[in-house]
């Protein structure tokens, strides 16, 4: 069963004064290029607010987004029925601001026109029904499901936000629910830390028929036992990733997710917030590893917004992804900004 949600999430989100990021102020660059942002989130929570005028302020601020996908995060789940189905709630509030996205009245960017929830794929089988009914809530919009596994022991780290226990992916529950996932031509969103790519590496070769994206670059960890030894941990998780991208034509990965505090770069504490340039010269090593393990066919840069607002502006993050593509072709470039986006998410 769906097990209590984290209080870890809402203590977490936190929002950013707009007066530190105006501290850097770039021009947009190929302000053209078209963009599908793959991985965002929208919330109400105590400490912080992201919802469609947030958002909307976010995507055009120079850069051509075109559409995004919203990514669970555990809001506006249902205060009462049964405990499984509750997250379906979270999918009703975003497909309720993708129809007002969709209306037009807000500008042409359509956010939230692919949506992806929270399912307990520990049901198993029985998970089907709560499938169905995301399905029946999305709106036509409803793409797949996100079931997180990050977990460290230590206390240092923040852990799944969904309580997910190690090593899941191996409980013949969840494999059961995983198929139910497959054969409802859904996808499956991973999330977890670099020492666990191994795990995934293993879903990935066992269910060659799930459609699967790893989130965040596999989730390099730079706190706790970890802070300080990136250079150290990097061909760990190097080859984790390669391990991940071997496995399966089924897998995609999302170029993105550098800026949360568990990465230990530690731009959320500075007085002045990054250029675009120093994000892409910190952030290289890990975006090109994973463009030459998967290809540019199987990479989207992601925003992972709010939560990445910490370490620095919308248009900072995307001039960033712009910098790290510098040298792709024009096809290559479509693909990592738009086109694999819009063939995985079906929009």
Not at 70 to 96: H, K, L
Not at 148 to 177: E, K, T
Not at 188 to 197: D, I, N, S
Not at 332 to 342: P, Q, R, S, Y
């Amino acid at each position: 069963m769906t097990e209590a949600v984290s209080t870890k999430v809402s203590a977490r989100a936190r929002t950013v004064p707009q007066e530190w990021l105006d501290q850097n102020r770039e021009e947009a660059l190929e302000p053209d290029l078209p963009i599908i942002d793959p991985h965002h989130h929208l919330w109400d929570f105590p400490k912080s607010r992201y919802q469609l005028d947030e958002m909307l302020a976010d995507a055009g601020d120079g850069h051509n987004v075109r559409k995004t996908v919203f990514i669970e995060c555990t809001s506006q789940w249902r205060a009462d029925g049964p405990e499984e189905m509750r997250p379906v709630g979270e999918t009703e509030y975003a497909n309720g601001i993708a129809a007002m996205s969709a209306s037009g009245d807000y500008g042409d960017c359509r956010v939230a026109a692919g949506i992806v929830g929270y399912a307990d794929l520990r049901l198993g089988g029985a998970v089907e029904d709560v499938l169905q009914a995301h399905i029946n809530a999305g709106g036509g919009r409803f793409r797949g499901t996100r079931h997180s596994i990050s977990f460290d022991p230590s206390p240092a780290i923040h852990n799944s936000h969904v309580g997910a226990p190690p090593d899941m992916y191996h409980d013949p529950a969840f494999q059961d629910g995983f198929r139910a996932l497959g054969r409802m031509g859904l996808s499956f969103e991973a999330w977890l830390y670099h020492p666990q790519l191994d795990e995934l590496a293993f879903l990935v070769e066992a269910f060659p028929d799930n459609a699967i994206v790893l989130n965040h670059v596999g989730g390099p960890l730079g706190v706790g036992p970890y802070e300080g030894r990136q250079k150290e941990l990097f061909p760990a998780w190097k080859a984790g990733v390669e391990k991940v991208a071997a496995s399966g034509d089924n897998v995609c990965v999302k170029l993105g997710g550098l800026g949360m505090p568990v990465n230990g770069f530690g731009f959320q504490d500075r007085a002045v917030p990054p250029s675009s340039q120093e994000l892409a010269d910190t952030w290289r090593p890990y975006v090109e590893t994973c463009i030459e393990a998967f290809g540019p066919n199987r990479c989207m840069f992601e925003s992972n917004f709010p939560v990445d607002k910490v370490s620095g502006s919308y248009r900072t993050y995307w001039n960033a992804f712009k910098r790290l593509a510098s040298g792709a072709s024009d096809a290559e470039k479509a693909a990592m900004f738009h086109d694999v986006a819009a063939r995985f998410y079906k929009i």
